[in-house]
């Protein structure tokens, strides 16, 4: 099961909006609602932010939101905030068990 | 309010064996998957697997079968991951997390260093 590709890197000026893919495939990302992203800073462990492709749990902001068309799924952060600055992580089922994304770093300029 | 505590760090030589816990309290822990991620020095987050304790079904990422080992004793709500026989490649943060796929809640971390 390979990794699911994310870019390496994106990054916004506050207030703007970032959007991060998440490319799998019709065994992943494309066969499965069941898509979670994660929010990790320097030396913590994650923090869940969507799950079920753009469910949020309780606590984080609206201004993360998750969406998915075909084998890739994408999370949006609006009105970037300096506090966004983190390394982003997407997870989808895959029948059995589970593939991270290959990670993206947010830098807001 | 659900917690996962883990064992501390570990430094090891090669050849050793290994076993890291995971210990939950407040849910029940046989209601939940919880599993293992790795990562790496500088990397990213690789799933390792997952055991259900309700019925001690174990699911393995192909990279991860047959080089470690992951269990449960429900008695204490504790999850472990073991190996038999470490390897330099091994050094890694390990962190156990609820759930297969939408992991709401993580221990803080266990860091093996394994070096001769």
């Known amino acids: 099961q390979s990794a699911l590709t994310q870019p390496r890197s994106v990054s916004g000026s506050p207030g703007q909006s970032v959007t991060i893919s998440c490319t799998g495939t019709t065994s992943d990302v494309g066969a499965y609602i069941y898509v979670s992203w994660f929010q990790q800073y320097p030396a913590k462990a994650p923090k869940l932010i969507i799950y079920?492709?753009?469910e949020r749990p309780s606590g984080v902001p609206d201004r993360f939101s998750g969406s998915k068309s075909g084998n890739t799924a994408s999370l949006t952060i609006s009105g970037l905030q300096a506090e966004d600055e983190a390394d982003y992580y997407c997870?989808?089922?895959?029948?059995?068990?589970?593939?991270f994304g290959t990670g993206t770093k947010v830098t807001v300029l | 309010e659900v917690h996962l505590v883990q064992s501390g760090a570990e430094v090891k030589k090669p050849g050793e064996s290994l076993k890291i816990s995971c210990k939950s309290s407040?849910?029940?822990?046989?209601?939940?998957?919880i599993g293992w991620v790795r990562q790496m020095p500088g990397q990213g987050l690789e799933w390792m697997g997952i055991i259900y304790p309700g019925d001690s079904e174990t699911r393995y990422s192909p990279s991860f079968q047959g080089q470690v080992n992951i269990s449960a004793d429900k008695s204490i709500s504790t999850a472990y991951l073991q190996w038999s026989s470490l390897k330099a490649s091994d050094t890694a943060m390990y962190y156990c997390?609820?759930?297969?796929?939408?992991?709401?809640?993580w221990g803080q971390g266990t860091l093996v260093t394994v070096s001769s």
């Open positions: 079920d492709v753009s």
């Open positions: 997870c989808s089922y895959a029948g059995i068990q589970g593939v």
């Open positions: 407040g849910y029940r822990f046989t209601d939940y998957w």
């Open positions: 997390a609820r759930g297969v796929t939408t992991k709401d809640y």
